[in-house]
C-alpha cells in the first residue's frame, strides 16, 4: 500500500513553489488568513507529512532548506529566529509578508 501512495505523489513531488505561488495569490484559501506564521505551520506540515510518508527531499524542497539562511542574510539577522519570524519583524504589515 506505502509503494502505491509514494508512486501517486511521485508524480507531483517538484511542486512545492507552485504550491507557494498559489498559496501568495489566494492566501485564506490556504492558511485561513494572510498570515507568516500559519504559512510556517503549513509547510512544517508539509514537510512532516512527507517525511512520514519517507519521501526523499524534492530538488525544490533542498533548495527551500536553505531559505532560513537567505533571510538571516538578506536582514543581516543572526539569531535563533525563525524565517517567519524575521520577515514579520521587518514587514509594515501582514499582508506585505506575501510579497
Given at each position: ?10 508524480v ?37 507529512a ?50
Open positions: 500500500m506505502r509503494e502505491i501512495i509514494q508512486e501517486k505523489l511521485e507531483k513531488s517538484e511542486h512545492l513553489y507552485e504550491m507557494l505561488q498559489s498559496i501568495k495569490q489566494r492566501p485564506g484559501m490556504y492558511l485561513g488568513k494572510s498570515s507568516i506564521t500559519r504559512l510556517r505551520s503549513f509547510l512544517d506540515g508539509y514537510t512532516a512527507r517525511q512520514d510518508l519517507g519521501l526523499s527531499l524534492t530538488e525544490q524542497e533542498r533548495q527551500f532548506e536553505k531559505f532560513q539562511e537567505w533571510i538571516q542574510e538578506r536582514f543581516e539577522m543572526k539569531s535563533s529566529h525563525g524565517w517567519d519570524s524575521i520577515i514579520l519583524f521587518f514587514s509594515a504589515d501582514v499582508k506585505r509578508c506575501f510579497e
